[in-house]
Nanobody, 124 residues
Framework: QVQLVESGGGLVQTGGSLRLSCAAS????????LGWFRQAPGEEREFVAA????????YYADAVKGRFTISRDNAKNTVYLQMNSLKPEDTAVYYC?????????????????WGQGTQVTVSS
């Protein structure tokens, strides 16, 4: 069983930055691929970014490419999402998720464990 706990959300103005963290339990964290997803009010949850088990590969949604950076620290069992140049349309609940196969995937169905989410609000 893996537990994921997100933190770092909050209220920020347009153009600002936030860094989300997701702390994971479990001894095999380093073998998992990790992803960030988000869900805006009234919208379906969507893929944001993913990183494979070795941190050798990353993948981003077009909407965040060049502004967001996903990274991981396997020694701390933590994955991060650095969000820069934030826009009002980035407002959403952000979730981290773990894929036990360790492969880079954008589909939600590939992820086995999910956190509870952290709210990010970008004011205009």
């Amino acid at each position: 069983q893996v537990q994921l706990v997100e933190s770092g959300g909050g209220l920020v103005q347009t153009g600002g930055s936030l860094r989300l963290s997701c702390a994971a339990s479990g001894r095999t964290f380093s073998k998992y691929a990790l992803g960030w997803f988000r869900q805006a009010p009234g919208e379906e949850r969507e893929f944001v970014a993913a990183i494979n088990w070795s941190a050798g590969s990353t993948y981003y949604a077009d909407a965040v490419k060049g502004r967001f950076t996903i990274s991981r620290d396997n020694a701390k069992n933590t994955v991060y999402l650095q969000m820069n140049s934030l826009k009002p349309e980035d407002t959403a609940v952000y979730y981290c998720a773990a894929n036990i196969l360790g492969t880079l995937r954008s589909g939600q169905g590939h992820y086995d464990y999910w956190g509870q989410g952290t709210q990010v609000t970008v004011s205009s």
